[in-house]
């Protein structure tokens, strides 16, 4: 094997050795056949939004090398019409998604990267102990939380007679679901922010004190500026993990077209949809468009951003 | 009368004006009752300035936390002591209910299953993957490629997927992939892959394989590329090469990170319910802790049995995140 006849010229690392040792053809061959397997179906979700009605009802839709003739009046049925059976489209939906997880990204990154600056440059009695409870609060799972605060944001809060907070009216409103975005996102966005923002030189900021700027004013034109590049890989991160999410929004949105966003309406429609892969096929495209666009577009900030972010609870 | 089809877009175009119009002003609204409170705050000066900075930094985040998770929290306790309206306290019975009752036996039988073999799979593929594609042409594209499902939502994943696996009577033409894979390989009568137990449990842990591998992947390439190259010199000297090496001196050295993957993987797993919830509905044998959790509180509305279980969920994450935190925060402080 060429293995052999390489490590006698040159001696290679060990690592670099085990590398060679699984590049071999069979490794090389083994990489290209998970990618197209991992890759395929992707293709045939996307194939099927554009073929025929009539087409994807008879045929699978490998058939489209044979007969490429594609169409993109599914995409036209799914957002404005609806399909069988089921009345009124996919649009106000993806407007939902839109609306949903822009502000939900926006209100935990600017909290947190105040709460961060606080907690790392005006130290107090506490500020350690403080953080580490919120550091800690990343153990728990969203799944504790969901019940009361829905409680909460349905029924206000009461102690034994004594209401605490009113009930809110805020159904049918996008409140609820950004607010609970926001809380959610809080433990990990601090804590992220705060290993960049503690980072800062600590002579810029002595310096801006001296020169007589508040915090207000070295947080606004310092820490923020400095900051932008963490800021915009937890954007990234927390922008696709809300766009993509399911559970809050199903918990908090209901499933009305006033509120609830594509995941919703998707997981609904997966039951119902039955036969008419055409139209499902559509809309599922059509929300895993946005997440596959900043993906190939902004990859190096994501993978950072998705890294940093695996542990979200 | 029906509406035109082009009404219809109108009023949908109408509809997202107003939505997105709303959304905007929400940031405009809190973006500018930010700089107020900023401005009023700033001419604090003296002995209030700092505590003034102080609450006006934190708290805001400060109560958002109390509100949305320390107080739910503890609220969850109370309530999984409780019964399905909250009106009698009941001890441990609705533990004890979903330690005996049946079916959530096999909730929890299949909620193990999944932890076990999902995240090592995905673990043990992306340790293969990361290993093969070094030195490779094109390593950046096949990279992608397989870390692309990290990017799509695990209800479209299940959408992917779900047709798949979509099988037609034998005879007629399959529309579903995999159906047309076998059947072209000579399975005359394959099953309905979905309906399908114990089948359709791994069939729906192919999902998450599919969306974790590239995650696992990314890592662990990373961490053996950081694999010093003199601490393998002497391994490489002593005559060790191949799969030995692998073994004995790859492994041990991005152990760490192969446990945080594990131990990863292993968290989103318990605590996803949009796989089952989009394929099956919990059906057909699939039932998993996370959605049966989402069932109990939200579809049946048994409060204390759904607390229960975001309890047991609770706990059994807890370690595993645990650990996971311990470590992010050794590697942040050695570095």
Redesign the interface.
Known sequence: MSTQTSSVTVPLPAVKAVRRSFSSPLGSLFVVVVTVLWTLPTFGLLATSLRHQQDVADSGWWNVFTHPELVLSNYHTVLFEGGFGVSGGLMPYLVNSLAISVPATVFPLVLASMAAYALAWVRFRGSDTLFFVIFALQVVPLQMALIPLLQLFSGGAHLGSFTVLPSFDLAGTYLPVWLAHTMFALPLAIFLLHNFISQLPRDLMEAAVVDGASHFRIFRSIVLPLCAPALASFAIFQFLWVWNDLLVALTFAGGTPDVAPMTVRLAQLSGSFGGRWELLTAGAFLSIIIPLIVFFSLQRYFVRGLLAGSVKG | MPLS?AQ??DS?WN??AI??G???G??AG??GI?LVV??V??RA?GRF??PT??A???G???L??L???????I??VY?SFRNDDSTRFLGGKNYGWALTTDSIHQVLLNTLLWLLVAPVVATG?GL??A??????KWQAL?K?????????????A???????Y?AREAGQ?????LS?VVIRLGWKHPPNWILDHPLNDFLLMAVMV?VQ???AM??LSAA?KA?P??V??A??LDG????R??WY??VPMIRTTLVVVLT?VM??TL?A??IV???T?GNFGTQVL?NE??SQ??VQFN?GR??AL??I??LA??PL??Y??VQ?RKE?TTR
């Not at chain 2, 509100?67 to 929290?73: R, Y």
């Not at chain 2, 299940?158 to 798949?164: E, G, N, R």
């Open positions: 089809g219809l877009a949908a509809d997202a939505k997105l709303n959304s905007l929400a940031i809190f973006l930010l900023f401005f705050a700033g000066t300035g700092r900075a102080i006006v930094f934190l805001p985040a400060v958002l936390l509100v949305g998770l320390v107080a739910p929290l609220r969850t309530l593929l293969a993957l290993l093969a594609v070094e030195r490779m096949y992608s490629l397989v870390f692309m499902p990290m990017a799509v939502s695990l209800v479209g299940s959408i992917i997927w779900k047709f798949v979509e033409p399959q529309i579903g992939l047309e599919w591998t590239g995650f990314v890592v053996i694999i190259d003199e393998t010199e391994a490489r060790a090469g191949g799969l090496l692998f001196v790859t990863t968290i989103v605590k319910f949009d919830r989009t394929m509905g996370a959790m989402y509180s939200f409060v759904g607390s975001a309890v969920l609770f994450v807890l995140v645990a996971n935190i992010l942040r």
